[in-house]
């Protein structure tokens, strides 16, 4: 079977806005999944009201437990049924970084968790109040642990967006689909969506062991 790919370069354009869409949920989303995952890794890791703890919980399991596009279907879909009508871009993050925050709070309270207690006890014993041995004791050892993790997540976030086509979006899987339909090639568009991803999250992947040789440095 010969491949022809030639029927594509008047598609570029189009690719090329998709990609660019694609890149901004997945960064926007990783950066909101960022900080509900610091937000609800920290507080889980230590004491909390009973209401607060049960909440936290209920949220992380219903997350991990139920599958990204159920849970986009539901955001989009579904809340417009209690009065919350969504943007598609808006209902996207809000899924992404929803699913991915309670999968990377647990990795914060694993990373929180993995300091030795000792050290705790001995900034305490040389005069830092709870706070601050949290803040420069804890927190800085606990990041360089997650960082990696982080960086898997986050490639995996830029393959996920795959899913929001389902949300009418115009990112990459979407247009493919369309220029599929026209074009009835399918071996040439997915092969070149698929190259399209393999770019990008190679990309994160280069940035991320960056990220983690400047993290090393960072932390002590």
């Known amino acids: 079977m010969d491949l022809d790919f030639s029927f594509l370069v008047p598609y570029i354009p189009q690719l090329i806005q998709a990609s660019k869409v694609t890149l901004i949920i997945g960064v926007a989303s990783f950066l909101v999944a960022l900080v509900v995952s610091v937000v609800t890794g920290v507080l889980r890791s ?30 989009y ?47 305490l014993c040389l005069g830092y109040g709870r706070s601050q041995v949290f803040i420069h004791i804890v927190l800085p050892q606990a990041f360089r642990v997650a960082l990696p993790t982080f960086m898997n997540y986050f490639s995996t976030m830029i393959k996920e967006t795959s899913l929001v086509s389902v949300l009418s979006i115009a990112e990459i899987t979407r247009i493919g689909s369309q220029i599929y339909a026209r074009t009835l090639s399918p071996f040439e568009i997915y092969i070149t969506i698929g190259m399209i991803y ?8 280069l940035i991320s062991r960056w990220i983690e040789k400047k993290g090393i440095k960072w932390t002590p």
């Open 46 to 75: 230590g004491p909390l009201p009973r209401p607060v703890n049960l909440f936290l919980g209920c949220y992380v399991e219903i997350f991990r437990g139920t599958p990204l596009l159920i849970q986009l279907f539901f955001i």
């Open 77 to 123: 879909y579904g809340l417009p049924t209690f009065g919350i009508v969504l943007e598609p871009i808006t209902a996207a993050v809000i899924g992404l970084s929803l699913n991915s925050g309670a999968y990377m709070s647990e990795v914060v309270r694993a990373a929180i968790s993995s300091v030795d207690r000792g050290q705790h006890e001995a900034a």
């Open 198 to 205: 393999f770019i990008m999250t190679y990309t994160v992947a």
